[in-house]
């Protein structure tokens, strides 16, 4: 399941992660993260036999876990296919559909943002 966690102040500096990985033996891959002594957010991927105990787990230690099912969107009123985005992914989740057309794949996207950025009509945003 890919999900947001985010972190308050006050368990940043906490092994939470650590102990949740330990103690539930989930696989727990971070895709991105933006953390500092003020709190923070890491979009993650974690599946395992016991992923919602850990999650629970998570919850009772303060991270708030939101599930995400997309992690960009893209408007197909300001798409225009013209694949700037294609090429700078790098884990292929966006590719080029048989007519021509533009499709992301939010299974294997990680939420970099590079196709955000080369977009010329800012047709796909992060979902947060």
């Known amino acids: 399941m ?5 972190f308050l102040p006050s ?4 092994a939470i992660m650590s102990d949740a990985i330990k103690i539930y033996d989930i696989d727990f ?5 933006h953390i500092t002594p003020r709190g923070g957010k890491m979009l993650v991927n974690i599946s395992g036999p016991q992923e919602n105990e850990s999650i629970r787990y998570m919850e009772e230690q303060g991270i708030e876990v939101t599930p995400i099912m997309k992690v960009v969107t893209k408007d ?4 225009v296919d013209c694949g700037a985005c294609v090429s ?3 884990v ?4 080029f559909e048989d ?4 499709e992301i794949d939010n299974q294997n996207c990680i939420g970099c943002g590079f196709c955000i950025n080369s977009c010329p009509t800012k047709a ?3 979902m947060e």
């Not at 890919?2 to 985010?6: D, G, Q």
């Not at 891959?29 to 993260?33: D, E, Q, S």
């Not at 007519?99 to 533009?102: A, L, M, Q, S, Y």
């Open 99 to 102: 007519d021509w057309g533009v």
């Open 124 to 126: 796909i945003s992060l």
């Open 76 to 79: 197909s009123e300001k798409c």
């Open 11 to 14: 368990i940043v500096n906490k």
């Open 2 to 6: 890919k999900a947001w966690l985010r």
């Open 88 to 90: 700078l992914c790098p």
């Open 92 to 95: 292929k989740a966006i590719c």
């Open 29 to 33: 891959n971070i895709l991105r993260a």
